[in-house]
């Protein structure tokens, strides 16, 4: 059973930075891909960035130049950097893997919210 756990979450002024992380009970590498998603209240969850085990990585247009996504393989861990956070930002953000073979496996999934 895979475990993914995310940690980092929090409180920050808009125009500010958190990052988030994300770490899994298995090598990161043992997934085709890992990404971040979040979920505004009364909203869907809709993905915000993704890294592929090559490396490759996309983002959601809304966070394009604001946020990174990068992974510290020997600590099996993926992380989401966000900057000039923005009070829509507010969100709770969750890691998923992605296998061909199998359903996603989800984290608990961590509240972010920007103030204005």
């Known amino acids: 059973q895979v475990q993914l756990v995310e940690s980092g979450g929090g409180l920050v002024q808009a125009g500010g930075s958190l990052r988030v992380s994300c770490v899994a009970s298995?090598?990161?590498?043992?997934?085709?891909?890992i990404a971040w998603y979040r979920q505004a209240p009364g909203k869907q969850r809709n993905l915000v960035a993704r890294i592929t085990n090559g490396g490759m990585t996309n983002y959601a247009a809304s966070v394009k130049g604001r946020f990174t996504i990068s992974r510290e393989i020997r600590k099996n861990t993926v992380y989401l950097e966000m900057n000039s956070l923005k009070p829509e930002d507010t969100a709770v953000y969750y890691c998923?893997?992605?296998?061909?073979?199998?359903?996603?496996?989800w984290g608990q999934g961590i509240q972010v919210t920007v103030s204005s």
């Open positions: 298995v090598s990161v590498l043992s997934f085709s891909a």
């Open positions: 998923a893997s992605e296998r061909s073979y199998e359903p996603p496996y």
